[in-house]
């Protein structure tokens, strides 16, 4: 059975920074792509960011110039470097998982087929 979990999440203040991690296990695609999702209170999920495996990323409009998803090399962990907060950047953030699929397509959550359970992030002014 495979894993997500999601860590790092927490309280800041604006302009602040955070670093989320997820931990992949079990799940085995020969060509992959990791995503990081986020939904607010009353809102849909909106994708923030899309890692293919090659290293090759797509970014949310909202979160462009800020926030950065890279992967660790040789192990299955993915981050989201989160810098210069802002109260609409506070969500349940999740990371997802499924086969490689097009990076204009990467920020649509309808692609993955595994999920975490998500980790908290709270920015307040």
């Known amino acids: 059975q495979g894993q997500l979990v999601e860590s790092g999440g927490g309280s800041v203040q604006v302009g602040e920074s955070l670093r989320l991690s997820c931990v992949i296990s079990g799940y085995t695609y020969t060509k992959y792509c990791v995503a990081w999702f986020r939904q607010a209170p009353g809102k849909e999920r909106e994708g923030v960011a899309v890692?293919?495996?090659?290293?090759?990323?797509n970014y949310g409009d909202s979160v462009k110039g800020r926030f950065t998803i890279s992967k660790h090399n040789g192990k299955h962990i993915f981050y989201l470097q989160m810098n210069a907060l802002r109260p609409e950047d506070t969500a349940m953030y999740y990371c997802?998982?499924?086969?490689?699929?097009?990076?204009?397509?990467?920020?649509?959550?309808?692609?993955?087929?595994?999920w975490g359970q998500g980790t908290q992030v709270s920015v307040s002014s």
């Open positions: 997802a998982t499924g086969p490689m699929i097009p990076l204009v397509a990467g920020l649509n959550s309808q692609w993955y087929q595994y």
């Open positions: 890692i293919h495996q090659d290293g090759a990323t």
